[in-house]
């Protein structure tokens, strides 16, 4: 496909490398201004550099890769410079919907959107980690089809997500991506507290990640709030009160909903009852 790429960021210039290295052509990168599009196109084999005041190439299809909030603004800059050759246009946002790119519809382009379930920390290594990742893709036929083989191209694994179901996947993505930070940054700090390498956690976290998949979250959990040890828990939540007092709230609450999750909620609640914060003082550490 000859694609153009608006917004040589870190999502951007990922897929572009991504899709360049599997046999598509850049045609252009179109940047706030030449100057902002210039490095990425140089990278990309002879891609045009261009500004959002110029005209643009014939396309089979237009990423828009701007941050989330600038989508609509640039779809509505772009749409009179399509000059009529540009199929199609996504934007690569999990959370907003493709009528973002309404005024490119307008202008005669299918649209859609192309989600990267992915971290994409720089064109380098987002472009490399695109090969077995999935990507969710909204959009009808035909450019739906088209936006599956576009995956498939990169390595990638597509699957079809609905325009109203987006909220509440990007919320499921920044659970599996975002939410075991915090578990990490508690485990860290209290290893710390004990003299313990945090190093020495990455297979045990490994394997759990592993067992998740293959066995489902539920049936993996494993530990004292999964048998119901409830003495166990008292004990840790002592040892935590004394070296790390900021990790007791999110600790015991945390408890609190695993036990829900093991269906251990009663074994719990007089436990969890006595280290409750004050009305007012849930904060995290
Ligand atoms: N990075 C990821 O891990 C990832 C993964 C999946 C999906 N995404 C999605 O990819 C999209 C881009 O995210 P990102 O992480 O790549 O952001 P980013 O690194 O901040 O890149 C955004 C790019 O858009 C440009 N831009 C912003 N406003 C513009 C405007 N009005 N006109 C023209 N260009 C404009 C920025 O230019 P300046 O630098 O000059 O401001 C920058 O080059 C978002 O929709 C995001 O949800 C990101």
């Given at each position: 496909m000859r694609i153009i790429v608006v917004g040589p960021g870190r999502a951007g210039r990922s897929v572009a490398g991504a899709a360049n290295s599997s046999g598509h052509v850049i045609t252009a990168v179109v940047g706030k201004?030449?100057?902002?599009?210039?490095?990425?196109?140089?990278?990309?084999?002879?891609?045009?550099?261009?500004?959002?005041?110029?005209d643009l190439p014939p396309a089979d299809l237009l990423i828009v890769a701007t941050r989330d909030?600038?989508?609509a603004v640039v779809a509505a800059e772009l749409a009179p410079r399509l000059g009529g050759a540009v199929g199609s246009a996504v934007h690569l946002s999990g959370l907003k919907s493709v009528s973002e790119l309404a005024p490119l519809a307008a202008a005669g382009c299918r649209i859609g959107s192309f989600h990267p379930l992915q971290t994409l920390p720089s064109p380098e290594a987002g472009a490399a980690r695109l090969s077995g990742s999935w990507v969710a893709?909204?959009?009808?036929?035909?450019?739906?089809?088209?936006?599956h083989?576009?995956?498939r191209s990169l390595g990638a694994h597509p699957f079809d997500l609905a325009d109203g179901a987006k909220a509440l996947y990007h919320a499921g993505a920044a659970a599996a991506a975002n939410f075991p930070l915090l578990s990490l940054t508690m485990a860290s700090d209290l290893f710390a507290a004990a003299g313990v390498p945090f190093v020495a956690a990455r297979p045990l976290v490994e394997a759990v990640v592993a067992n998740a998949f293959e066995m489902g979250p539920r049936p993996a959990l494993t530990g004292p709030v999964a048998r119901g040890d409830v003495g166990t828990v008292a004990a840790q939540l002592d040892a935590v009160a004394i070296a790390a007092p900021q990790w007791v709230a999110p600790f015991a609450a945390t408890v609190l909903h695993?036990?829900?999750?093991?269906?251990?909620?009663?074994?719990?609640?007089?436990?969890?009852?006595?280290?409750?914060?004050?009305?007012?003082?849930?904060?995290?550490?």
């Open positions: 201004s030449r100057d902002h599009a210039a490095p990425a196109a140089a990278s990309l084999g002879g891609a045009a550099a261009l500004g959002m005041a110029d909030d600038a989508i893709v909204t959009a009808e036929e035909p450019l739906r089809r088209t936006l083989e576009l995956a695993l036990a829900g999750v093991a269906g251990r909620g009663d074994d719990f609640r007089l436990l969890l009852e006595r280290w409750r914060p004050p009305q007012g003082e849930e904060g995290g550490a």
